[in-house]
């Protein structure tokens, strides 16, 4: 079958279903991928003996699989992998053909065409087909839609690799149909591995320079639990060693070879989530280092300005509210700052603020008072509003009772005075109770003096 956007791999008699090899121009990353399973580094959960992914990788398991995780752990070699599995000498199940296919070049009628064929081969031959499909979120429902059946029916067995939580990108019944895997980024040492491997193996550097300790340390650094990333980092660093005739690359080849660490972050999916779910946290833990870290990671990677100051706002009302009164405005400051300034001179204010709400005392007794009456009006606590209270501008308002009585506070000498103001239903309920920390110290001590003096239950 030839498709664009597609390609399949149906081993015959002695081979081991891989593909040819990358061309010795290719780049390092393509040409370090690993052939066998003992060259994976990481994972090590998900490829013990046993595990769901080991018996897909020896063509033994027949579960549809979600590989999700961070770019650059391996999600597509576990997937060339398994091509190779399947129909290689040491498989344990059936055989199986294995079709790639990537959302970025395919639609519906590729996805059709590839389960029409997995149905010829089921049935003609009994074999059968194991469907790779990457970057699965960039499928749309329609899409994802069209696999239902075949992954159903078994039809096919569905290895897709996103790097978006599946919660946020893939349809519920396909969910529901598929063992989700949780890949995780490499850890250090685990990217050393890759990363001296490249450099003395014949299909990497082959020895043309050496690593020195400190530029390993920076490679390390710079790919953040990305082996794809440290791969093109060592890459640049040697080919510039190389160029200048040297054949060592240090600490200073690698900042010469790469200016920034690209962060991960992706506005659309978890990542986005996480983080600013971390941000707010970090603030509401009042810890300001913490979330100047995450502030400054999201403006990296480009988060729009106008969401983090969005949450600030918020947040300075859910977690500090009157504990101090001036939290709220400086955040609405810094948003003001952010849509009259912009980028990247706003980052300065939403910083200060950040710091502010980081270092200020904190109470949410205002989200718990306002939520509060929120589940009272819901369950029907929403009596009718005293006569005294209502609108009495209008001809006729007084025959009907209305805004008679009613006693205006500022006749009293104190401002304050002995008045029912809730319906009948909520009279004496406290919804509001401060803290006691910040400004609401204070309240807390006026708060009950001025609900004895109105609800007349005390001098």
């Given at each position: 079958?030839?498709?664009?956007?597609?390609?399949?791999?149906?081993?015959?008699?002695?081979?081991?279903?891989?593909?040819?090899?990358?061309?010795?121009?290719?780049?390092?990353?393509?040409?370090?991928?690993?052939?066998?399973?003992?060259?994976?580094?990481?994972?090590?959960?998900?490829?013990?003996?046993?595990?769901?992914?080991?018996?897909?990788?020896?063509?033994?398991?027949?579960?549809?699989?979600?590989?999700?995780?961070?770019?650059?752990?391996?999600?597509?070699?576990?997937?060339?992998?398994?091509?190779?599995?399947?129909?290689?000498?040491?498989?344990?199940?059936?055989?199986?053909?294995?079709?790639?296919?990537?959302?970025?070049?395919?639609?519906?009628?590729?996805?059709?065409?590839?389960?029409?064929?997995?149905?010829?081969?089921?049935?003609?031959?009994?074999?059968?087909?194991?469907?790779?499909?990457?970057?699965?979120?960039?499928?749309?429902?329609?899409?994802?839609?069209?696999?239902?059946?075949?992954?159903?029916?078994?039809?096919?067995?569905?290895?897709?690799?996103?790097?978006?939580?599946?919660?946020?990108?893939?349809?519920?019944?396909?969910?529901?149909?598929?063992?989700?895997?949780?890949?995780?980024?490499?850890?250090?040492?685990?990217?050393?591995?890759?990363?001296?491997?490249?450099?003395?193996?014949?299909?990497?550097?082959?020895?043309?320079?050496?690593?020195?300790?400190?530029?390993?340390?920076?490679?390390?650094?710079?790919?953040?639990?990305?082996?794809?990333?440290?791969?093109?980092?060592?890459?640049?660093?040697?080919?510039?060693?190389?160029?200048?005739?040297?054949?060592?690359?240090?600490?200073?080849?690698?900042?010469?070879?790469?200016?920034?660490?690209?962060?991960?972050?992706?506005?659309?999916?978890?990542?986005?989530?996480?983080?600013?779910?971390?941000?707010?946290?970090?603030?509401?833990?009042?810890?300001?280092?913490?979330?100047?870290?995450?502030?400054?990671?999201?403006?990296?990677?480009?988060?729009?300005?106008?969401?983090?100051?969005?949450?600030?706002?918020?947040?300075?009302?859910?977690?500090?509210?009157?504990?101090?009164?001036?939290?709220?405005?400086?955040?609405?400051?810094?948003?003001?700052?952010?849509?009259?300034?912009?980028?990247?001179?706003?980052?300065?204010?939403?910083?200060?603020?950040?710091?502010?709400?980081?270092?200020?005392?904190?109470?949410?007794?205002?989200?718990?008072?306002?939520?509060?009456?929120?589940?009272?009006?819901?369950?029907?606590?929403?009596?009718?509003?005293?006569?005294?209270?209502?609108?009495?501008?209008?001809?006729?308002?007084?025959?009907?009772?209305?805004?008679?009585?009613?006693?205006?506070?500022?006749?009293?000498?104190?401002?304050?005075?002995?008045?029912?103001?809730?319906?009948?239903?909520?009279?004496?309920?406290?919804?509001?109770?401060?803290?006691?920390?910040g400004f609401e110290r204070t309240l807390a001590e006026r708060v009950p003096k001025l609900r004895r003096v109105v609800r007349g239950t005390g001098d």
């Amino acid at each position: 079958m030839s498709t664009d956007g597609l390609f399949d791999i149906d081993p015959g008699p002695g081979s081991d279903g891989a593909e040819d090899g990358p061309r010795p121009d290719a780049p390092l990353a393509a040409r370090m991928r690993p052939r066998t399973l003992d060259e994976v580094v990481g994972q090590a959960d998900l490829l013990k003996p046993g595990a769901p992914l080991r018996r897909l990788l020896d063509g033994g398991a027949a579960a549809s699989v979600l590989l999700y995780g961070p770019p650059g752990t391996g999600k597509t070699t576990l997937a060339r992998l398994m091509a190779g599995a399947a129909g290689g000498p040491g498989r344990t199940g059936p055989a199986r053909h294995f079709v790639a296919l990537s959302a970025l070049s395919a639609g519906v009628k590729e996805l059709r065409a590839v389960i029409e064929d997995a149905r010829r081969r089921r049935d003609h031959s009994g074999t059968t087909t194991v469907l790779f499909i990457d970057e699965v979120h960039r499928f749309s429902r329609t899409q994802q839609d069209a696999l239902l059946g075949a992954v159903e029916d078994r039809l096919v067995l569905l290895v897709a690799a996103t790097t978006e939580n599946p919660s946020f990108s893939v349809v519920s019944p396909l969910l529901s149909r598929s063992l989700v895997l949780q890949l995780q980024s490499l850890g250090e040492d685990d990217v050393r591995r890759l990363l001296r491997r490249a450099v003395t193996s014949e299909r990497g550097l082959n020895g043309a320079v050496e690593l020195a300790a400190e530029g390993e340390d920076a490679l390390v650094r710079l790919s953040a639990g990305d082996g794809r990333r440290a791969l093109t980092a060592l890459e640049a660093a040697a080919d510039g060693v190389l160029g200048a005739g040297g054949s060592v690359v240090d600490l200073a080849a690698v900042e010469r070879a790469v200016t920034e660490v690209a962060v991960r972050y992706d506005r659309a999916g978890d990542q986005h989530y996480d983080v600013i779910s971390a941000f707010i946290k970090s603030i509401r833990g009042s810890d300001p280092d913490a979330a100047l870290h995450y502030l400054a990671r999201m403006i990296v990677a480009g988060e729009d300005a106008r969401f983090i100051a969005r949450r600030l706002m918020v947040h300075a009302s859910e977690d500090i509210g009157l504990a101090d009164p001036t939290a709220l405005p400086a955040a609405t400051a810094a948003a003001q700052v952010v849509q009259l300034v912009g980028m990247p001179e706003a980052r300065l204010a939403l910083a200060q603020v950040t710091v502010h709400l980081a270092t200020a005392p904190k109470s949410n007794a205002v989200i718990t008072a306002i939520d509060a009456a929120m589940a009272d009006v819901r369950s029907g606590k929403v009596g009718g509003v005293p006569a005294h209270l209502r609108d009495g501008h209008y001809a006729g308002a007084q025959k009907l009772g209305n805004a008679v009585g009613y006693r205006y506070p500022h006749s009293d000498p104190d401002g304050v005075l002995r008045q029912q103001y809730p319906p009948d239903d909520v009279v004496g309920t406290d919804y509001y109770t401060p803290s006691g920390r910040g400004f609401e110290r204070t309240l807390a001590e006026r708060v009950p003096k001025l609900r004895r003096v109105v609800r007349g239950t005390g001098d």
